[in-house]
């Protein structure tokens, strides 16, 4: 009697099949669904390295203008006195070519920029960049150092190690030459000790030598304090309006007391009227405004005293190198 059973027994390579079917289709869509679930997070984080790679470059572009700019007239004179340049200010004095991030989208060229400030024996340069997905700025310390191809570079502790060893090497070639004469002698080996000396004099602007025991004058020393302006806190930005007297845009520095009002410029296509039927537009600017009011302009303070006044040292003062 024909039976679905007896119907089965005769065909159990079809049965087979089917089922292996079944299993290769289940297989092919997890891997379809693993595949679409982890993809997203990898194509984040390539983007997202691509992203930081472009910042990076971008930042190291701004880096390589300041060198270029900050010239021996460009350079901060007093201590704590800064120059500062916006990156709308370097695009058009031509230091640098307008750059966008990996998305193709414009950095701020107003809150983007170099800042040169002076220290005691160098410089500290900061380089801000502000993009729409990332804000970061690098601080470093740069000067008028014998090895910099420009106005002033990076320190290098390297190649300084490497001058003062030519520097030890051509003082004891000097000290090794010798003549007949005792006195020729003498003279040298003298010459070598006097420019051994003034070299130690002339590095002591933050700490000077102590006196001798065996000087009966008494060596007074200069301080100097430098106290930056105070301002109160910006005013909100004001709304925007038509930048018909051409305003351009201006960035206050932090101890710019002469610069209490900025402005930030914004422009975008407008429909300005009708030509024969048609829509015509136009580039139309806008400018806000922001204002602060000086609290007290700071300044530069010198104080002559005696060797190591803890007094004054304790009050902010630093040596500045000059006796008297």
Request: with cysteine; hydrophobic share 25%.
């Amino acid at each position: 009697m024909y039976t679905e059973e007896n119907a089965r027994g005769r065909f159990p390579l079809r049965d087979i099949l089917l089922k292996a079917i079944v299993v290769i289709i289940f297989i092919v869509l997890i891997i379809f669904i693993i595949t679409k679930v982890t993809s997203p997070t990898s194509n984040n984080k390539t983007a997202s390295s691509d992203y930081d790679k472009v910042f990076s470059a971008n930042l190291e572009s701004m880096e390589n203008a300041a060198f270029e700019y900050f010239t021996k007239d460009r350079l901060p004179k007093e201590v704590g006195d800064n120059i500062e340049l916006t990156l709308r200010e370097m695009v058009n004095s031509n230091l640098l070519e307008a750059f966008t991030d990996s998305n193709g989208k414009s950095c701020d060229v107003n809150e983007s920029f170099i800042r040169l400030t002076k220290n005691d024996n160098d410089y500290t340069l900061r380089v801000n960049l502000k993009c729409e997905d990332k804000e970061d700025y690098s601080l470093q310390k740069v000067g008028e150092y014998s090895y910099c191809d420009k106005t002033i570079c990076k320190r290098d502790s390297s190649k300084e190690k490497d001058e003062k060893k030519e520097e030890e090497t051509e003082v004891t070639k000097e000290v090794d030459i010798t003549e007949d004469t005792n006195n020729n002698s003498s003279n040298i080996k003298n010459s070598g000790y006097n420019n051994s000396s003034n070299s130690n004099t002339g590095s002591a602007n933050n700490s000077p030598p102590a006196p001798s025991n065996g000087n009966q004058k008494t060596t007074m020393y200069e301080y100097r304090k430098v106290t930056n302006p105070i301002f109160s806190a910006w005013s909100s930005w004001s709304s925007w309006a038509r930048n018909s007297n051409r305003y351009s845009a201006i960035k206050c520095s932090d101890t710019d007391v002469n610069c209490l009002k900025e402005i930030q410029l914004y422009s975008r296509k407008e429909k300005v009227g009708t030509s024969n039927g048609r829509p015509v537009y136009a580039t139309v600017h806008y400018y806000s405004t922001r204002t602060r009011t000086l609290l007290s302009s700071g300044g530069t303070d010198t104080k002559w005293s005696t060797y190591n006044d803890t007094n004054l040292l304790n009050q902010g003062y630093t040596y500045t190198g000059n006796i008297r």
